[in-house]
């Protein structure tokens, strides 16, 4: 994501923490060997309960398993900002 600018997609996700909405700005952590790192934040296509469903899964997957699509990516790469 960082070297290329990309979305963030489902696949790549491996789980979400907290409550948040559709819209909300959220964090984009991984799990690195000395701990917890944050490398981005940007806005949610989809809410926590929903990214929690899609999280590992292809993006063509998403309409089948919400019934409902906002799009391929959780958080698009227009709507995230690297530090």
Request: net charge positive.
């Amino acid at each position: 994501m960082r070297e290329k600018g990309a979305s963030l997609l489902p696949g790549g996700i491996t789980g979400a923490e907290g409550a948040f909405r559709r819209g909300d700005m959220v964090q984009v952590c991984w799990n690195a060997p000395q701990g917890r790192v944050c490398v981005a934040r940007g806005v949610s296509q989809y809410a926590a309960d929903d990214v929690r469903r899609i999280a590992g899964r292809h993006s063509r997957d998403i309409q089948a398993l919400l019934g409902y699509n906002y799009g391929g990516s959780v958080v698009h790469r227009d709507d995230l900002v690297l530090p």
